[in-house]
């Protein structure tokens, strides 16, 4: 069974260019989230997705958006490109199926995108 | 607020030889906490989770933790360690209970030497 997908592995941007990062969950699960993980840091939630509605978003600025689409997959977009959204951004996908909320179902997570922004 | 603090950013122990990586809570309510391993190039992989129904959680590959509310502590531990335990560990709680909004620390950095 394939597990969680992300597309590109590893993506080399400008600053201030436009980037978009996908996510395949695995079949079945209807939540996806996404997490940006700084070198040296432990990953920080940026948005939870499920049934194509955001259920949560962290602490992060307008430039990120997100989206779920028919199938369960999930797009995160950033937009302006800073040096400092250079990262590893995982997306995690669980079969929760209490709207989004609180659940024991377990996320799985993919082996993310690397982003370098120059 | 929720948070996690990992009190070492570097454990360094020698093959065979018990593990302990040490990770503080903050919660105004009873937690959901979780510990997870990165190994290189390689997603995140689900150790174990406590959640308030026994202090003592057993998780996979022979690591366990234990809840100490009187400490506010969730430390991993492991008896004897294995070389391919090298990798990275997060602890993380849950504000929701579930999967879902994970607040992970800042992360040990395990090293296993021979």
Redesign the interface.
């Given at each position: 069974d394939a597990?969680?997908t992300q597309s590109p592995t590893h993506l080399i941007k400008t600053r201030g260019q436009h980037v978009t990062l996908r996510c395949s969950p695995i079949s079945g699960h209807k939540?996806v989230?996404w997490?940006q993980q700084v070198l040296?840091?432990?990953?920080?939630?940026i948005f939870?997705y499920y049934e194509k509605e955001e259920?949560?978003r962290?602490n992060f600025p307008d430039r990120f958006s997100a989206r779920q689409f028919p199938n369960y997959s999930s797009e995160l977009n950033v937009n302006a490109l800073l040096l400092g959204d250079s990262a590893l951004y995982?997306c995690?996908s669980?079969s929760?199926t209490v709207g989004?909320?609180?659940?024991?179902?377990?996320?799985?997570?993919?082996?993310?995108t690397r982003l370098t922004v120059v | 607020a929720q948070s996690v603090t990992q009190l070492d950013s570097h454990v360094s122990v020698s093959e065979g030889t018990p593990v302990l990586l040490r990770c503080n809570y903050s919660s105004s309510y009873s937690p959901s906490l979780f510990w997870y391993v990165q190994h290189p190039?390689?997603?995140?992989?689900?150790l174990l989770k406590y959640?308030s129904a026994a202090t003592l959680v057993k998780g996979i590959n022979g690591f366990e933790a234990e809840f100490k509310k009187s400490e506010t502590s969730f430390h991993l531990t492991k008896p004897s360690a294995h070389m391919s335990d090298a990798a990275e560990y997060?602890c993380?709680v849950s504000p929701?209970?579930?999967?879902?909004?994970?607040?992970?620390?800042?992360?040990t950095r395990l090293a296993v030497h021979p």
């Amino acid at each position: 069974d394939a597990g969680v997908t992300q597309s590109p592995t590893h993506l080399i941007k400008t600053r201030g260019q436009h980037v978009t990062l996908r996510c395949s969950p695995i079949s079945g699960h209807k939540s996806v989230s996404w997490y940006q993980q700084v070198l040296g840091q432990g990953p920080q939630f940026i948005f939870q997705y499920y049934e194509k509605e955001e259920r949560g978003r962290g602490n992060f600025p307008d430039r990120f958006s997100a989206r779920q689409f028919p199938n369960y997959s999930s797009e995160l977009n950033v937009n302006a490109l800073l040096l400092g959204d250079s990262a590893l951004y995982l997306c995690a996908s669980s079969s929760s199926t209490v709207g989004g909320a609180a659940t024991n179902t377990e996320a799985f997570f993919g082996q993310g995108t690397r982003l370098t922004v120059v | 607020a929720q948070s996690v603090t990992q009190l070492d950013s570097h454990v360094s122990v020698s093959e065979g030889t018990p593990v302990l990586l040490r990770c503080n809570y903050s919660s105004s309510y009873s937690p959901s906490l979780f510990w997870y391993v990165q190994h290189p190039n390689k997603g995140l992989q689900l150790l174990l989770k406590y959640t308030s129904a026994a202090t003592l959680v057993k998780g996979i590959n022979g690591f366990e933790a234990e809840f100490k509310k009187s400490e506010t502590s969730f430390h991993l531990t492991k008896p004897s360690a294995h070389m391919s335990d090298a990798a990275e560990y997060f602890c993380v709680v849950s504000p929701s209970g579930g999967y879902n909004k994970l607040i992970f620390g800042a992360g040990t950095r395990l090293a296993v030497h021979p």
